[in-house]
């Protein structure tokens, strides 16, 4: 499975572009992997460490090393249940930390950096952290037996006890010691699933009682150092800007204000004793921009180039047969232009991130989600050997890729801000919900032109994509990694894959030049190509006088020649099964209501939806009922994938009801959540998920319960109305 897991990396993924970029970051090359027992020297880690994922204490709690950024989704509780499941510890021993920013030890198998992303948490750890798990159960019963003078084969582990039939019995932290400086074996044997007491069962959250107390140092926000000081940032409105000249007497004289700098190439700072004087400061400084070479566009503007740009040719990503003929001698063909703004993250804590240079060394402390990048750029803007850079990971409140970004930007502000005031000591940069909002980065625009032709029997015989979508990657590192033949792969992900029997499929795309930064976006390229593909789908239906479950039925159940997919499809088939069982689904109509379904996978993950929407007398819609199957492979923690596909279920829902990103001559219009719309508490709808069982290797979670749920919403309104929503969010058509 994992030689599986690393197969996959190669292809030029969100998942493998780290693995690829080593070489072209430079400083960033990945060595070969210590054995434990030398990079625990090295390391100088303690006594209690088993490996370099688990430490056990003479108290006998458990402490998991999660190579992670947990973020929410929960990955610190998963990694955690794996290694209890191997070591049979149990659950009340059990805790989770951050591991230290090390990609010999720490990196992500699926693309060969420590960071986390691509819903790869679980996916690329499962095998690891169980062996952690086994390493460290062996090495205790090893101990015990060498103690009590019997076999190591005669001793049994359970809930965190070692026993020997003859009556002892003793706790993993009597132990712990010894155990730790024994030899690390080689091979372990891991558990058959039948044996599993905690995978695929319950195992609850370690990070909540922490939370819910308000625990300090849980969050960015939390951090507190003596002497520091606390930075906020003017940036530009205009992407690209540049200050020309600034006045700051005004700024300087605010009480608790220690000084006011100029940050090439990002803009002004002000350095005060708190949070509140360097924001009140920040208001008060007189900034002239030079916006020669900004982005200066409105979105109206965009969306004419872009519309226009979809009626032209583009670089091709998919050519299946002869699509020209295929349309051209369809019995009825159905095409469709659809929109999609500009999106923020949105996500509830803002970037906030705290150095301490003394000297040539530096600690950070901030959610860090791509250490090995963060420490290589911390690192170089400092002037500083990388391994230098210590960075102490948080948990991070939501992110969607937020924290992800190419070029460390919020690592760039703060080292470079540091590197200015050239005094050792603690600086926190904060932004706030504006400068998030404003001064961020989104998910693409994009523009997408279908045009799908129909048989007199009523089936899918062509199908014309083209999509105009601003590149991720362009003018990145990883440009040369992930773009081939003018072709994002980020772009195009759940286009280039559809599944669908269609025997003639064209696909292609334009990658516009655009001044607004943009970012991988919860489900990335999937939020957008899901959202078509299964809308066109419903649309074709509805063409050929079929029952949209039975339309894609149709359509998947239908060899399509190709093992990959034709394995796609029965997957698919199964999860669009299980939620039409758990609907009732009798078709788009249901009495008062109007229903949509809407199945697709990403990141190796298949969800169904049907979401079920009613109609107010305004003529607005409100979405009463999701169910959501999904088919993730192995479930480590049930509960915890349905809590994901609940959350991503009502961020999509937020997305394709209210939110969008408009520039206006290049400035951002929205500034905090009352312009920026969430959904509403009120507004989340009924959600009901079920897990498909499935022995195939785990795969995420995170991300994939977003792509239906738009299109299933959708449908429901094309059920409803006869009219297909294709300009995105629905509260401009006012719908919602």
């Given at each position: ?439 961020g980065y989104y998910r693409p625009m994009g ?173 607005t819609f409100k979405v009463e009922n999701v ?110």
């Amino acid at each position: 499975m994992m030689q599986r897991l690393q197969q996959q990396a190669v292809r030029p993924t969100r998942r493998s572009f780290l693995k690829m970029s080593a070489v072209a970051a430079g400083g960033l090359v990945i060595g070969s992997h210590l054995p434990f027992s030398a990079a625990r020297a090295a390391a100088g880690a303690g006594d209690d460490m088993f490996t370099p994922f688990v430490r056990i204490s003479a108290d006998g709690i458990v402490t998991v090393l999660n190579k992670h950024l947990d973020m929410g989704q929960g990955n610190a509780t998963g990694l955690a249940t794996l290694v209890a499941e191997e070591l049979d510890a149990a659950h009340a021993q059990m805790r989770a930390e951050f591991a230290p920013a090390d990609v010999e030890r720490y990196k992500n198998l699926a693309f060969g950096m420590q960071g986390t992303g691509g819903s790869t948490a679980i996916a690329n750890s499962f095998e690891q952290y169980r062996k952690a798990g086994a390493t460290a159960r062996a090495m205790l019963v090893a101990a015990a037996a060498e103690a009590w003078g019997v076999p190591a084969a005669e001793i049994t582990v359970a809930d965190g006890r070692i026993s020997h039939a003859s009556g002892k019995s003793a706790g993993f932290g009597e132990f712990a010691e010894a155990a730790a400086k024994l030899e690390v074996p080689a091979e372990v044997t891991l558990k058959s699933p039948d044996q599993w007491v905690y995978i695929g069962k319950s195992f609850p959250r370690l990070d909540v009682p922490n939370k819910t107390v308000g625990a300090p140092r849980t969050y960015g926000m939390d951090v507190q150092r003596e002497n520091m000081l606390v930075a906020v940032l003017t940036r530009p409105l205009a992407f690209g800007a540049k200050v020309k000249s600034f006045e700051a007497s005004a700024a300087k004289a605010v009480k608790g204000v220690v000084d006011v700098i100029e940050v090439p190439g990002h803009g002004v700072a002000v350095l005060a004793t708190s949070t509140w004087p360097a924001i009140k400061a920040r208001d008060l400084i007189e900034i002239e921009w030079d916006e020669a070479g900004a982005e200066t566009r409105s979105s109206d503007a965009l969306y004419a180039e872009y519309r226009e740009l979809a009626g032209t040719d583009g670089p091709v990503f998919r050519d299946d047969g002869d699509v020209a003929a295929a349309l051209e001698g369809a019995a009825t063909v159905v095409e469709e232009t659809f929109q999609f703004p500009y999106l923020a993250h949105g996500m509830m804590e803002p970037m906030v991130l705290t150095i301490h240079v003394e000297g040539d060394k530096a600690t950070l402390w901030y959610p860090s989600q791509f250490q090995t990048v963060d420490q290589g750029t911390a690192a170089a803007v400092l002037g500083i050997p990388q391994e230098n850079v210590t960075i102490e990971t948080l948990y991070g409140g939501g992110s969607f890729g937020r924290r992800t970004s190419p070029d460390a930007r919020h690592i760039v502000e703060l080292a470079t801000i540091a590197k200015l005031w050239g005094k050792s000591q603690p600086i926190k940069l904060v932004y706030t919900r504006e400068d998030d909002t404003r001064a961020g980065y989104y998910r693409p625009m994009g523009v997408h032109k279908v045009r799908a032709g129909l048989d007199a029997d009523g089936n899918l015989v062509g199908w014309h994509h083209r999509i105009v979508q601003q590149s991720l990657v362009t003018g990145t590192f990883m440009e040369q990694f992930m773009v081939h033949d003018g072709i994002d792969e980020t772009s195009v992900e759940g286009v280039k894959d559809a599944s669908y029997a269609i025997p003639a499929f064209k696909g292609e795309l334009h990658s516009p030049k655009v001044g607004v930064p943009v970012l991988w976006w919860r489900s990335v390229g999937h939020t957008q190509t899901g959202y078509v593909v299964e809308a066109m789908i419903d649309k074709a239906a509805r063409a050929a006088g079929a029952d949209p479950l039975a339309f894609r039925r149709r359509h998947l159940e239908k060899p399509v020649g190709d093992a990959a997919r034709d394995k796609d499809n029965a997957r698919k088939l199964g999860v669009l099964d299980k939620v039409a069982e758990m609907a009732g689904w009798s078709g788009p109509v249901n009495g008062d209501r109007f229903r949509g379904i809407a199945v697709h996978k990403s990141f190796n993950t298949y969800v169904a939806e049907i979401a079920e929407v009613s109609r107010r007398e305004d003529g607005t819609f409100k979405v009463e009922n999701v169910w959501c199957a999904v088919d993730c492979g192995i479930a480590v923690n049930p509960d915890n994938v349905k809590a994901q596909m609940e959350g991503g279920i009502g961020y999509g829902l937020a997305a394709i009801l209210f939110s969008e990103i408009t520039l206006t001559d290049g400035h951002v219009d929205q500034q905090n959540f009352d312009t920026y719309r969430p959904l509403r508490i009120e507004e989340m709808p009924r959600v009901e998920v079920e897990v498909i069982a499935s022995a195939e290797a785990p795969s995420g979670a995170g991300e994939p319960g977003t792509p239906p749920v738009g299109p299933a919403v959708a449908n429901a309104i094309l059920a409803a109305t006869g009219e297909l929503p294709a300009t995105l969010p629905l509260t401009n058509l006012g719908l919602a």
